[in-house]
Every structure is written in structure tokens, then in C-alpha cells.
């Protein structure tokens, strides 16, 4: 995707109307439109990268102590119980929109959304096998 075509580049730029929470030169935080829980936030790195593939290094440590400092503000104002990072990259993982972006879904108890997966049940010889695999 061009920048020129990226929704998400317009509106880390400015050049779309979002409800900001905060904004520096790198990055801007929106509140997401289509909000999980009260309070779900995007943080936008305003350098376009596709995915966190693309992602330089800087921005990706970055967007972590960004995501830090936010988790701390939306937990003091509103008093959520917990927090999801969320972050999907390519259409199989989720990916609706090809900009690195981090989803910050406030939880409260018995908020009704379940952001978890399936849990498998490998042999210890087929996590060696992968284990192998990545990391010789």
C-alpha cells in the first residue's frame, strides 16, 4: 500500500479528524472507532510501515514505552481492570488495516470480550522440532 493511499497515514498526519489522546512528533494515540471496551486505543506510528515486519527498530521500542506510559494513563482515568496489547500482522493474524498499529483494549470485569486463542496440546518432541527449527 502507498502512504498516499493509507488511512491510517492520514490520520497520524492530521489530515483526518480522530479523537487524539496524545500526540508527539513519532507517534499519534486514537481512540479506536469500533471499540472492544471503553477506552480501546490505537497507537499510530506516524512513519508508515505496513506490519511490525516493516517496523524500524527504534519506532518498535518506541511504541512499547509509548504503550506503557498509555497503559498507566487509561488505568488511572478509567479504572479498568486490566489491559490487552494486541497487535496483528497479515490478514491471517487479523490485520484489517496494512499499518503497524498496537491495539490497547482497556478489560473490566465481566466485559464480555474474550481476546485469547486456542490452546494446543504439543508432544515434547514437536516443540524441540520447532525450537530446532528457529533457533539453528
Given at each position: 500500500?502507498?502512504?498516499?493511499?493509507?488511512?491510517?497515514?492520514?490520520?497520524?498526519?492530521?489530515?483526518?479528524?480522530?479523537?487524539?489522546?496524545?500526540?508527539?512528533?513519532?507517534?499519534?494515540?486514537?481512540?479506536?472507532?469500533?471499540?472492544?471496551?471503553?477506552?480501546?486505543?490505537?497507537?499510530?506510528?506516524?512513519?508508515?510501515?505496513?506490519?511490525?515486519?516493516?517496523?524500524?527498530?527504534?519506532?518498535?521500542?518506541?511504541?512499547?514505552?509509548?504503550?506503557?506510559?498509555?497503559?498507566?494513563?487509561?488505568?488511572?482515568?478509567l479504572h479498568c481492570d486490566g489491559l490487552n496489547l494486541v497487535q496483528n500482522n497479515g490478514e491471517a493474524a487479523g490485520q484489517t488495516v496494512s499499518h503497524f498499529h498496537l491495539h490497547m483494549i482497556p478489560r473490566y470485569k465481566e466485559d464480555g470480550q474474550k481476546i485469547n486463542w486456542i490452546p494446543s496440546n504439543p508432544t515434547q518432541e514437536e516443540l524441540e522440532t520447532v525450537r530446532k527449527e528457529i533457533a539453528e
Open positions: 500500500m502507498e502512504k498516499a493511499d493509507c488511512i491510517f497515514c492520514k490520520i497520524a498526519a492530521g489530515e483526518i479528524p480522530s479523537k487524539t489522546l496524545y500526540e508527539d512528533g513519532r507517534f499519534r494515540v486514537i481512540l479506536d472507532l469500533k471499540p472492544a471496551t471503553r477506552g480501546h486505543a490505537l497507537i499510530l506510528p506516524k512513519e508508515h510501515a505496513a506490519n511490525v515486519y516493516e517496523l524500524p527498530e527504534e519506532a518498535a521500542a518506541e511504541s512499547m514505552k509509548l504503550a506503557k506510559k498509555m497503559a498507566m494513563l487509561l488505568r488511572d482515568k
